[in-house]
C-alpha cells in the first residue's frame, strides 16, 4: 500500500529535523516567543497557491513549525504533491534570545551602538561575555529565565525589538527558499519525492556557485523585506514607547536595530576561519553574508552619509565589540583581516565577491522563481499567464 501524504511528511520532518515540539508544553510567560517564528512563516505563506496545473487555484500547503534539533538552525522541507515545510529548531529562540540579551545589555541602548566613551572610542573591559548560555532546563525554561531578566534589566521592550527582526530575518530567509522557487527547482532534479534543503542532498545537484547564489538569493529578499516591513509600522506602539536619541528617526533606529539583529544571530553560526575556506561551503562565511546584507540594505538608503552613519559606522563598531567585548560561536577576526588584505587601490574581498555573486543571482533568480515557486496572488504571473497553462480561471 502506497504511504499516505501524511505519512511521508511525518517521517521526513522526523528524519530530517527530530520530533516535534510543541510551544504548548512550555511555560506560559515563555510560549510567544517559540510562537512567534511559526506565527511569521505562516503569514508570509498563506497566500500561496499551487503553480502550473489546472487546480492552480488551490492553496499550496505550507506548514511552519518548531523541531527538537540539537542544533541552532532552521530548514525547509519539499516534497510532492505541492507542500513545504519551514522548520525551526527548538534550540534557536532561546539561544538567540539569550545573546540578544547580552548585547543588549552591552548597547548604548538610544542610540543602538556599542557603549563608547565621550571620544566616541569603543568601551572594552571586563571579561568577555559569551553570546550564549550554558543549555539546562530545557528551552522553555531558557527563554523564561531570559525573559525574567530581561524584565529586570528594563532591556525587555528593546530586546523584543532585535529578537523580532532577528527571527523574523531567519524565517524569511527559509520562506524565501520556497516562495522563489529553490526547493522546488532541487527536489524536482534531484527526482526526489521528499527534499531536506539545508541537506548534503543538494551537495549532488547544485555547483557551489549555484548554492551561495541561493543562499543570497534568499538572504537579499528577506533582509529587504523585514526593513521594509519593520518601516511600513506595523511594528506599532512597541517601537514608539522604546527610548531613543533625538537625533535618529524611527526609521533611523529601526535600521539600526537591525543591522544588530542581523549581526548578533550570524555571530550564533559557528564559522570556518577563513572567507576563503567557506568559499567551497554550500553557504557564504557569515561576515561575507554581513556584508553583502548591509550592501543590500543600502540600496533603500538615501545616499553615502546615511549609509555611513545607519548601516557601516554601527557595523564596523560592533564588530570591534563583538571581537573584544564577547565570545561567540562565529569568530571572524581572521575574515574581517582577510577581507581588508588588498592593494590600495582595489575593492575589499567581499566587496569583489559582491560582484561575482549578484551576477550569479541575476542569472537564475527569474528563472527558478517563475518555474518552481508556488503562485502569490498579484506576483505578475497571474495576469500574464507567464508558465501558466490554465487561463480560464474565473474573474
Ligand atoms: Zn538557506
Known amino acids: 500500500m502506497p504511504m499516505t501524504t501524511e505519512r511521508v511528511l511525518k517521517q521526513a520532518l522526523q528524519r530530517n529535523f527530530g520530533p516535534a515540539f510543541d510551544p504548548a508544553a512550555v511555560p506560559e510567560e515563555a510560549r510567544f516567543i517559540f510562537e512567534h517564528p511559526q506565527l511569521i512563516a505562516e503569514e508570509a505563506l498563506a497566500a500561496a497557491q499551487v503553480s502550473g496545473t489546472a487546480s492552480r487555484r488551490a492553496p499550496y500547503r505550507l506548514l511552519a513549525g518548531l523541531y527538537d534539533s540539537p542544533r541552532v538552525n532552521a530548514g525547509t522541507l519539499d516534497l510532492d504533491p505541492a507542500t513545504s515545510v519551514?522548520?525551526?529548531?527548538?534550540?534557536?529562540?532561546?539561544?538567540?534570545?539569550?545573546?540578544?540579551?547580552?548585547?543588549?545589555?552591552q548597547a548604548d541602548a538610544v542610540t543602538l551602538m556599542p557603549r563608547r566613551d565621550k571620544a566616541g572610542r569603543l568601551v572594552v573591559g571586563g571579561p568577555r561575555r559569551a553570546l550564549t548560555a550554558r543549555r539546562?532546563?530545557?528551552?522553555?525554561?531558557?527563554?523564561?529565565?531570559?525573559?525574567?531578566?530581561?524584565?529586570?534589566?528594563?532591556?525587555?521592550?528593546?530586546?523584543?525589538?532585535?529578537?523580532?527582526?532577528?527571527i523574523r530575518f531567519v524565517v524569511m530567509h527559509e520562506c524565501m527558499h520556497i516562495v522563489m522557487g529553490h526547493t522546488g527547482y532541487v527536489r524536482r532534479e534531484l527526482g526526489l519525492s521528499v527534499l531536506m534543503e539545508m541537506g548534503a542532498s543538494r551537495r549532488n545537484v547544485l555547483t557551489t556557485e549555484l548554492s551561495l547564489a541561493l543562499e543570497f538569493i534568499a538572504d537579499r529578499h528577506a533582509v529587504r523585506g523585514v526593513a521594509q516591513w519593520a518601516r511600513s509600522g506595523r511594528l506599532g506602539d512597541n517601537v514608539e514607547s522604546i527610548p531613543r536619541d533625538p537625533s535618529l528617526s524611527q526609521s533611523d533606529f529601526l535600521?539600526?536595530?537591525?543591522?544588530?539583529?542581523?549581526?548578533?544571530?550570524?555571530?550564533?553560526?559557528?564559522?570556518?576561519?577563513?572567507?576563503?575556506?567557506?568559499?567551497?561551503?554550500?553557504?557564504?562565511?557569515?561576515?561575507?553574508?554581513?556584508?553583502?546584507?548591509?550592501?543590500?540594505?543600502?540600496?533603500?538608503?538615501?545616499?553615502?552619509?546615511?549609509?555611513?552613519?545607519?548601516?557601516?559606522?554601527?557595523?564596523?563598531?560592533?564588530?570591534?565589540?563583538?571581537?573584544?567585548?564577547?565570545?561567540?560561536?562565529?569568530?571572524w577576526s581572521a575574515a574581517m583581516a582577510e577581507d581588508q588584505r588588498v592593494a590600495a587601490d582595489v575593492p575589499p574581498v567581499t566587496d569583489q565577491s559582491y560582484v561575482l555573486i549578484t551576477g550569479h543571482a541575476k542569472l537564475w533568480q527569474t528563472l527558478l522563481w517563475s518555474q518552481y515557486s508556488p503562485l502569490f496572488p498579484g506576483d505578475g504571473r497571474d495576469e500574464s499567464g507567464w508558465g501558466e497553462p490554465d487561463r480560464g480561471r474565473q474573474a
Not at 86 to 105: C, K, M, N, Q
Not at 138 to 153: C, D, I, K, W, Y
Request: aromatic share 6%.
Open 86 to 105: 519551514v522548520a525551526i529548531s527548538s534550540r534557536l529562540p532561546p539561544a538567540l534570545l539569550h545573546a540578544v540579551a547580552v548585547v543588549t545589555d
Open 136 to 166: 539546562s532546563g530545557g528551552p522553555g525554561l531558557e527563554v523564561a529565565r531570559t525573559l525574567a531578566a530581561l524584565q529586570r534589566s528594563g532591556d525587555l521592550k528593546l530586546a523584543m525589538l532585535v529578537y523580532d527582526l532577528a
Open 255 to 331: 535600521h539600526r536595530a537591525l543591522i544588530l539583529a542581523l549581526m548578533t544571530l550570524l555571530r550564533l553560526f559557528p564559522a570556518r576561519a577563513s572567507l576563503s575556506a567557506a568559499a567551497g561551503g554550500s553557504h557564504p562565511h557569515p561576515y561575507a553574508r554581513m556584508r553583502w546584507l548591509a550592501r543590500e540594505l543600502s540600496e533603500d538608503l538615501d545616499g553615502h552619509a546615511e549609509v555611513v552613519r545607519l548601516i557601516l559606522e554601527p557595523m564596523a563598531y560592533w564588530n570591534a565589540s563583538f571581537e573584544r567585548n564577547f565570545v561567540s560561536p562565529g569568530r
